[in-house]
C-alpha cells in the first residue's frame, strides 16, 4: 500500500507520515509532483541490499586486526584552578 502526502501535510504531522511508512512507502510531494519518497528502515535496507548493519560495516573495517595500536600513556598536566 502506497501513501501520499504534500510537503505540507508530511511538515505538520511527520508522525502520521511515519506510521503510514510502516504499510509501504509513502510519496511526498511538492507542489504535485513527487519529490521524495519515505520508507521504513528496513524496507530502506532490502531495497539497497544492505546485508550488514551500517555500525557493524564502519566498526570492522577490512584489514582492522593486523594493526598494531600502542595508545601512548596519558599525561594529566592540569592544574586546579584558582579562585579568587
Known amino acids: 500500500m502506497t501513501t501520499k ?10 508522525g502520521r507520515a511515519k506510521k503510514a511508512a510502516e504499510d509501504g512507502p509513502v510519496y511526498i510531494t511538492d507542489r504535485g509532483r513527487p519529490s521524495h519518497v519515505l520508507l521504513t528502515f528496513e524496507d530502506y535496507r532490502r531495497l539497497a541490499g544492505v ?4 555500525v557493524e560495516i564502519l566498526g570492522n573495517p577490512a584489514g582492522v586486526e ?5 595508545p601512548p600513556p596519558i599525561q594529566d598536566n592540569a592544574a586546579p584552578a584558582k579562585l579568587d
Open 51 to 54: 546485508e550488514q548493519d551500517i
Open 66 to 70: 593486523d594493526v598494531a595500536f600502542e
Open 5 to 14: 502526502f504534500s510537503s505540507r501535510e508530511f511538515n505538520q504531522d511527520t
